[in-house]
Every structure is written in C-alpha cells, then in structure tokens.
C-alpha cells in the first residue's frame, strides 16, 4: 500500500469515528444549543486543541505508558467518564440550559477550554490513538513527526467538517428553541442523559478493552 492510498484510509476510519455520536460531538452540540455559532465553534476549537495534545502525548509515548501501565489507563477512564457524567447531570438539573439569557454571557474562552478539557478526558480518543493510530507511522514513509502532523490534520479536518456542521445545525435549531422555553428544557436534559449515556459506554467499553 503506498502512503498516499494509507493516508486515504485513515481519513475514512477517523470519519468513521468522529461521525458517531460522543462527548466531543455531545458538547459541542450542548454549546451551540446554549450559546449560538460562536459558542459552538469555541468548543469545537476547544476538541481540535485536545486532538493536537493526543498527537504530542502518543508521540512522546505517553500511549506507551498506557498501554503497559493498565491501572493509568483505567484511571483515565474514570476521571473523564466522572468528569463528562458531571456535566450531564448539570445539565438535567437545570431549569433553563439553553436560554439565551442564561448562557449568552458565558466567555468563549471558557467554552473552550472546557471543550479541550472534555477531548483529553474522551476515553474514545485514547482508545483511538491506542488502537489505531500507532499503526500508521511508518518509518519508510519518512520522519515521524512530519507523519503524526499530517494525520492530526486529517483528524481536524474530520472534525471541523462534522462537528462544524453540527454546530451550524444546532444554532438554527436554537433560535426555535428560544421562542419554546419548555422545549428548550427539554432538549437540555436530552443532552445531559445523552452526556450520562456516553460516559458510562465509553468508560464501560474502554474499561474491558
């Protein structure tokens, strides 16, 4: 298989991944629900800074240290299911998540990093760079860095492509939900039970892997 043909299946297993629904796509929607374009792009920015620190730590063999130190990885996973099941139930306890007057005056630079605190505890990202990406730097392709920034770039590229589309989704979505209060409830606690779901999957399937 030549690199190029290599580059062009990890594109397609990364979309594979990031088109399935998660805490990152989960947050990012909550964002944009609660806090408009701005917001959800924030966190969206916030996801893709968190994919640049998982490509640094996998290359400094922070995975390594994972994958032969199980208890860590363990602990990983409790801390970010904790921490995302945590959001969730904020959500559900509130009595108005996504009105506009409650949320509009939330700082873009704490959504995101709340966002990029949310992708480093992912367990599905840590089972990603585990499982997948190790197996596609090459030493034939050339230097390994110059790989690991070409496959972060495909994975930004996913990301921004999907969870942006989202975001622009749930914007508009959030304009009908600001002249529905009741609605606007609703959906909110949709999110935090979505964010509960995710979190004990994830933690539940990564935990076994």
Not at 78 to 97: E, H, K, P, Q, T
């Amino acid at each position: 298989m030549t690199h190029y043909a290599q580059l062009w299946l990890f594109f397609a297993l990364v979309f594979g991944v990031v088109i399935l629904p998660g805490l990152d796509m989960a947050y990012i929607m909550g964002s944009a629900l609660s806090g408009g374009r701005r917001a959800g792009f924030a966190a969206l920015a916030g996801v893709v800074a968190g994919g640049v620190c998982h490509v640094v730590m996998t290359g400094l063999g922070v995975s390594v240290l994972l994958r032969t130190v199980p208890g860590a990885f363990n602990a990983l996973l409790v801390a970010g299911a904790l921490y995302i099941a945590w959001i969730g139930v904020s959500l559900i306890r509130s009595d108005a998540a996504f009105s506009v007057a409650a949320t509009g005056d939330r700082p873009l630079a704490a959504t995101f990093r709340q966002g990029m605190l949310t992708c480093l505890l992912n367990p599905k990202a840590y089972l990603f760079m585990l499982a997948i990406f190790p197996q596609f730097l090459r030493p034939e392709y050339g230097a390994l860095v110059v790989q690991a920034a070409v496959m972060w770039l495909i994975i930004a590229l996913n990301q921004v492509l999907v969870y942006g589309g989202l975001a622009l989704a749930a914007d508009r979505a959030r304009r009908w939900l600001s002249r529905e209060p009741a609605a606007g409830v609703f959906v909110a606690r949709s999110v935090g039970v979505l964010l509960i779901g995710a979190a004990m999957f994830t933690g539940i399937e990564g935990w076994r892997g």
